[in-house]
Structures are given as C-alpha cells and as structure tokens.
C-alpha cells in the first residue's frame, strides 16, 4: 500500500460518482478509476499533507470575490476537495508532486476561476521561497480576471499591505518573496520566465500553444513545476483546445502509457450525449455532470432558463451547448432548417401601397450577386413584409460553380427575383434606383437603408441625390448577433412574408459563426464561397435598421 496519508475527499468523491449519488460522465468516472487504482501501485505515493494545507489556508483565510458570496469565506465543495488532493496528493516515490499538467474542463459558472485564484494566492503566500506565479489567458481581459481575483483576496487578507503589496509588475508576498504575474498573447517578451506554478484560463480560444510552450520551457528547470489548463468547450476549429483534448481523451483511454501522459491530469466535466442536456431536469440531474457546482454556486433556474433559450435560437443553441454542456460546437454550421423558411406567405404590394420601409443591402464585388431588402409593416400587425430584388452582371450567369451549388440564375431573372446587368460589372448605384422605384411606383418611401462598408460608395451617392437616408451597419457579431435572433423568431412564427426560391436558397446556405462571447455572424460554409447567402445577410441588416428605430418606425406605421 503507497497511500502516507489521506483526508479521503477523493475517495468519497469516487465512491459518490461511482454509485450514482453524484452524477458524473464516463470520462471523469474512467479518471476516477485509475486514480484509485494509482493509490495501490507502486510508481507513485499518495500523501495529501500538501493538499490538506492549501485548502486548510482557502477555507480559514481566503475570502470569495464575487457577488453574492462576496467577503463570504470559501467553503470547498466535494468536488473542489477532490480535485485539489488529487493534483497536490499524488507523489513520486522521491516526494516530488506527480502531476505537471492539469486539464481542467468544466461549464461555466463553476467557480473555475475562482478555485483557480484561490489556488494561486495560496502558493503565493504559502508555496514556498521565490516563486514566480503566472495568471495566463488568451489575451490581457482573461487573464485579468484571475489577477484581480487574486489582488483582491490578498487585499482581503492584508488590507494594510503590510506583508504583501501590488504595483504594476504584479503581487509579492514580502515574506518569502514569490510574486503573481500576468501572461498573455500579447505580453511582449514570454521567454525568460522562471515559472514554478501557472494557471492559464479560457485555452478553447487559443488557436496555437505559444503560451502554454513558453510557460512550460520556462518551467523546464523546476523540481515541482505545475501548470493547470481550465476552461469550457470552444468553437475554434483545429485550436490548442482540440489538440489537447485529443491528448487528454487518449490518456484516459489508456492509449497514452508514457511518461508525459502519466504525469498529466484530465479532469473532464462533459455530458455523455447531447440528449442529456434536452431531457436533463432537477429530478435527474444529468446536467450535474458538466456542472458540479449546480445547486450549490449555479443556479437552477438559470441552467434551464439558458436550456430554454437553446430550444428557441441557433445561436443560442450553439453557445449554450458549448459553455454550459462542453459540448463541441464547430466553428460555423447550418444557421436554419429548412422547415424554418419552408413556408408560404406572399406578398401583396398593392396592400403595402403609401406605406414606409426600412432597409438593408448586401453589396458585393461589382462581378458578384448583390441584395436588396426592403421591410415594411403594416399597421397592428407583427409580419415583416419584404420586397427584394436581386442583381448580377451578366457575366456572371455562366458561373458553374454556383450553377453546381444549386443556384438558378436565369430561371429568378425570368421569374423578376433577379436583375441582370448588362456586362461584366456592375454599377452598385443601381441598387439605389431600385429603391426609388418602389416610391414611384408604390409610394413606399424608406425611413432608413443600412449597408455594409464595402463596395458602398456609389450606392450611397445615388441614395443622397434621392434624399433617402442611409447608415452603416458593420457585418461583426456584435452588430449583428440580435438581429439574427430576431430573425429566427419571427421566421418559427411565420412573422416573415415574402420569401422567394432566391431567399430561401441563400437561407439553405447561410452558417453561424460564433464568436468567444456567444455572439453570431451569418458566414458561407467553409470552403463553398460558391453557396450565395447575400439575402440572408440583406435580411439581417434591414432588422438591425429596424432594431435601431423600432419605435420611432413603428409609431409611423400605426399613424397611416
């Protein structure tokens, strides 16, 4: 037997997960398992002397940062105690800690970050003589949080600075001089560094590892080095997250047996299967196995409020699969289904005659497809009735590429959805005139038409000499993200008339791309530049107009 001392945490949270009482996915349970039977080996000790002080220091010294625990003292769940004997229990048979690397994958609102602050301070104040402790992130904002997390329970604990102060380098503990730093993509020099113990936050943004090499060559002349990765899933495609997860899933597997692997700890919170999240609920708490802090720090009700805006919005589905489930989300997929758009609801101008638009364009290279939306309401009525017209050079026409992606360029020009400019190029200033068209011949007069920088120059030349306003709405997610939520409602309750074959093939076409923040951008499938979306993204740019002035506009339309 090579167990020295144990407080038991890890195999009370073991035993829990391994009879049910605590619900756990297959990964963390298969982690569990080899810890246990590590315990009866003989490569390694297991001895929680060092685990037992850094948590005796958090729960009798450590106060908690955030709202609506703030100044509370920190009192470690099960699952927090476990974690902590096994990264700081397991030893070599010289006493040295076992575990180098840590992989820490949790939803959010879990108290990573702050278990991770908590952790940090302590090794600070009790690790030992001149350590060099780094807070790591992506970028300079996410790596902040941890450090300020840090200032302030240090803060907490030495209001005076009397044995610990800050200034712009980072925190030092005067008494054994080791100090906390920040690290990050942007941090100028990352070589030099003479790590003992990092923590590096949010890695599902990373796309490469510079900052995980540079910490650990930093750590490479260290006895007791240790580097803990925390963070949720991501939707980078082929980052350093992805890469380190195949590594992580491969060790428990045990498909990985070298010394590297042995020495690297995966510590996984993830759902067993996508199912589980829709059929989760209080009563079976499947969704506890991606939130261990679900009902004790996370809330209930918030997971299902969150749960409930999944069900209702891509862009939400996406985002809240990924942070709250360690889902993997691709970069971009499909943003609708088609049964979303598959429905039938014309138009009839006549009935819009004397009525006010809001508008949006999507300009493109003068020998590519451009869109022109205009959106009008009609007194007491939620439908969005949308006039468009599409332009192409004629050159463009014998393109087989869209041809082949389903594309019917001149079956829409007959049909009128298409106008087809004489030529190679054409002038975007056409564009314009066809917005006067419709308050010449219909009387629809435009309150507002956004458009994209790009390409828009004439456009809104010819916009000025009519007298029609125009404004810029940037294609960026955070411009856009509402718009396309908005969107999606209005499409599931059929609050959108007017589609055409045309819209709905560049609907078919349009993807999600999610940003860190959740946000949601319309892009082309990768690799298909071939697969139009321009009416989705003249859609989304007449909402935003809309969304901007929605009172105001909607006053006016109740008053004709």
Request: net charge negative; with cysteine; hydrophobic share 40%.
């Amino acid at each position: 037997m090579t167990v020295v001392k144990t407080n038991g945490h890890l195999e009370a949270y073991a035993k829990a997960v391994e009879d049910r009482t605590i619900p756990a996915g297959q990964e963390l349970k298969a982690v569990l398992r080899r810890l246990m039977e590590g315990m009866d080996g003989e490569e390694w000790l297991y001895d929680t002397t060092e685990a037992d002080r850094r948590m005796a220091f958090m729960e009798g010294v450590i106060r908690l940062t955030k709202s609506p625990f703030y100044g509370q003292p920190m009192r470690l769940m099960l699952w927090q105690k476990a974690f902590i004997s096994a990264v700081y229990g397991f030893r070599t048979l010289d006493g040295l800690p076992r575990f180098q690397r840590v992989l820490l994958l949790i939803g959010r609102k879990n108290t990573k970050s702050e278990t991770s602050s908590a952790l940090l301070l302590t090794d600070m104040i009790i690790g030992g003589h001149g350590r060099d402790i780094v807070c790591s992130s992506n970028d300079d904002l996410q790596a902040n949080i941890l450090f300020q997390a840090c200032d302030t329970m240090r803060s907490m604990i030495d209001p005076k600075s009397v044995d610990t102060w800050r200034n712009q380098r980072g925190l030092k503990c005067l008494i054994n001089d080791s100090s906390i730093f920040k690290l990050s993509d942007r941090t100028r020099s990352k070589e030099g560094r003479n790590v003992d113990f990092a923590v590096v936050d949010e890695v599902h943004e990373m796309r490469d590892n510079v900052i995980v090499k540079s910490i650990e060559q930093s750590q490479s002349v260290k006895d007791d080095p240790l580097l803990i990765m925390i963070t949720t899933e991501g939707v980078v495609n082929e980052g350093f997250l992805d890469a380190e997860l195949r590594r992580a899933r491969e060790i428990i597997a045990g498909e990985a047996d070298d010394l590297a692997s042995r020495r690297y700890l995966p510590w996984l919170y993830t759902q067993d299967s996508e199912r589980e999240v829709w059929e989760g609920n209080r009563e079976n708490r499947l969704w506890m196995k991606s939130n261990p802090a679900l009902g004790e720090v996370k809330r209930w009700d918030y997971l299902e409020q969150q749960v409930d805006l999944a069900r209702q919005s891509r862009a939400d589905r996406a985002y809240v699969l990924c942070k709250d489930f360690n889902i993997k989300q691709n970069s971009s997929e499909a943003w609708l289904m088609p049964e979303d758009y598959s429905y039938d609801l014309p138009v009839d101008v006549e009935a819009l005659r004397g009525g006010v638009l809001v508008g949006g364009v999507d300009l493109a290279e003068t020998t590519d497809l451009s869109c022109a939306k205009a959106m009008v309401m009609l007194p007491g009525s939620p439908v969005k009735h949308f006039l468009t017209q599409y332009f192409v050079p004629e050159g463009k026409l014998s393109q087989s590429d869209d041809r082949s992606a389903g594309a019917r360029y001149d079956q829409w020009a007959r049909e009128g959805l298409l106008k087809v400019c004489p030529g190679n190029y054409m002038d975007v200033s056409v564009v314009a005139d066809w917005f006067l068209s419709l308050y010449q011949e219909h009387g629809i007069r435009p309150y507002a038409v956004g458009y994209d920088a790009r390409f828009a120059t004439d456009f809104i030349q010819r916009m000025e000499s009519y007298g029609f306003d125009t404004e810029i709405v940037y294609q960026s997610p955070e411009v856009l993200n509402t718009p396309i939520k908005m969107i999606e409602a209005d499409l599931r309750s059929h609050h959108i008339a007017g589609l055409s074959d045309m819209d709905r093939w560049c609907l078919s076409n349009a993807c999600l791309k999610l940003d860190s923040r959740g946000n949601g951008l319309l892009v082309k499938a990768d690799g298909l530049h071939s697969r139009r979306i321009d009416g989705a993204v003249a859609t989304a740019i007449a909402y935003e107009v809309y969304r901007r002035h929605r009172s105001e506009y909607e006053l006016i339309v109740s008053k004709l």
